[in-house]
């Protein structure tokens, strides 16, 4: 039976055996086993043993720490995106990753002046970063945020597209870019006229929003 201790103790395996050599097995694990016992509780001692055994063997291993270490699984999956959820009318939730070995190239740099997102309205069917895009500033540990659209325009096209980008000096470089999303249209008329009737504009908290539009600055400068 010397050889057989070579094979994986399973129950396909003890199945195979004649009851003898289950009896003479149970044997070299110290099993007693009692005269008449029937084969089926020989092979569950059998299974039982042998399971206890591995345990124990594999609890008595060393763990090498440093292979503790990289055998972690990674914050990263190396790619660089940026993808967004619309919350509500006015609200998005946009979260990103940059590939590891990007992230150290341009943290590691001279020049490095930190990540934004620069939000920018699709007109024509192209992306068109004028007056009413925008910019916002990250901290290189952030990977998600809530945006407001707070000042959308009811002349905009109400499609967007978002950019994951680095500041490198002067320089603006994209790292990832989003799918284009549309906002609903809206302008001072309309959000009076849907919260009494979208309980979505109720929840994104534009009846507590001050919103200046040009016009009233204009008016404003004129005035003084």
């Known amino acids: 039976m010397e050889d057989n201790l070579q094979v994986p103790v399973s129950r396909h395996w ?3 055996l004649s009851t003898d050599e289950l009896i003479k ?7 007693d086993i009692p005269p008449g016992l029937e084969r089926i509780f020989i092979i569950e001692e059998l299974l039982e043993a042998a399971n206890t055994d591995r345990q124990e063997t594999t ?3 060393e763990v090498n720490p440093s292979y503790s270490e990289t055998a972690l699984l990674p914050k990263q999956y190396n790619i660089s995106f940026i993808e967004i959820i619309i919350r509500d009318p006015l609200w998005i ?9 990007d992230r150290e190239i341009h943290e590691n740099a001279g020049d490095f002046d930190g990540y934004c997102l620069r939000v920018i309205p699709i007109n024509n069917g192209e992306p068109d970063a004028g007056e009413n895009s925008f910019t916002v500033s990250l901290d290189p540990a952030d990977n998600a945020r809530y945006l407001g659209f707070a000042e959308h325009s009811s002349q905009a096209s109400g499609c967007y597209v978002i950019k994951l980008c680095v500041k490198r000096g002067d320089n603006i470089q994209q790292i990832a870019s989003s799918r284009p999303f549309s906002l609903p249209k809206l302008n001072e008329n309309d959000v009076v006229a849907e919260l009494g009737k979208n309980p979505l504009m109720r929840l994104s908290g534009v009846q507590d929003l001050q919103i200046t539009k040009n016009t009233d600055r204009q008016s404003r400068a004129r005035r003084q």
């Not at 939730?93 to 070995?101: Q, T």
């Open 14 to 16: 003890l199945e195979s």
């Open 25 to 31: 097995l149970a044997d070299t694990y110290g099993i």
């Open 59 to 61: 609890d008595d291993i």
């Open 93 to 101: 939730y946009a979260f990103w990753e940059i590939k590891g070995h």
